[in-house]
């Protein structure tokens, strides 16, 4: 009977003493995560407002949004137009515009985003740049590029003889589609002349 004790005390031993070493390599790992730093980081959209908007001031722009979780976080924005046409909610991170843009006098606008620790102002995370861009709308006419085109043709040439070349110019954003395309039309004298596309 002895005999069988000793045995059956052998089986168990590896069994204990291996569920310590499972509960140990647990314990050291669970420190390790514990002593490991956070990975923090801005997140946000590619910022974008149409120009000329004619809804009351403010206009909302975007929202910058770090995912720091800190009680006494504060927003900030530095950089160009900050703080005169572009202003940060402090809390949210909602950005907002307090003057109506035109994307003919400036396409986008370069900022910097802080967050900080309102009681020491401690910067919580890196400051990182974004760019608010000013969406394009359709409200420019072409303009033709010098007052008067003259041109000549001589008598009796075949139809279709090129006579002259004029060029017209649109402000808005080429990009658009159909922003920024010229068509031609001859008004008067339409019985003789025809014009193209490209002027």
């Known amino acids: 009977m002895s005999h069988l004790f000793l045995l059956f005390s052998l089986f168990l031993a590896p069994a204990f003493a291996d569920g310590g070493s499972q509960k140990s390599i647990q314990n050291l790992c669970s420190n390790d995560v514990s002593h490991k730093r956070q990975k923090r980081d801005w997140i946000w959209n590619q910022m974008h407002i149409k120009e000329e908007i004619d809804t009351p001031l403010p206009h909302h722009v975007g929202k910058i949004t770090s995912s720091v979780r800190n009680n006494n976080a504060k927003y900030i924005i530095e950089g160009e137009y900050a703080n005169t ?44 740049k974004f760019i608010i861009k000013v969406y394009d709308i359709n409200d420019n006419a072409p303009v033709f590029v010098q007052k008067v085109f003259n041109g000549s043709v001589p008598e009796m040439s075949p139809v279709g003889t090129s006579v002259t070349k004029v060029t017209a110019v649109d402000a808005d954003d080429p990009t658009v589609s159909g922003h920024a395309t010229v068509t031609y039309e001859v008004t008067t004298g339409g019985e003789y002349f025809t014009i193209d596309d490209s002027g």
């Open 85 to 128: 046409i572009f202003k940060v909610e402090e809390t949210s991170g909602d950005v907002y515009a307090f003057e109506r843009l035109d994307r003919e006098k400036k396409a986008e606008y370069e900022l910097t985003a802080l967050i900080i620790d309102r009681t020491n102002n401690r910067s919580l995370e890196r400051p990182s």
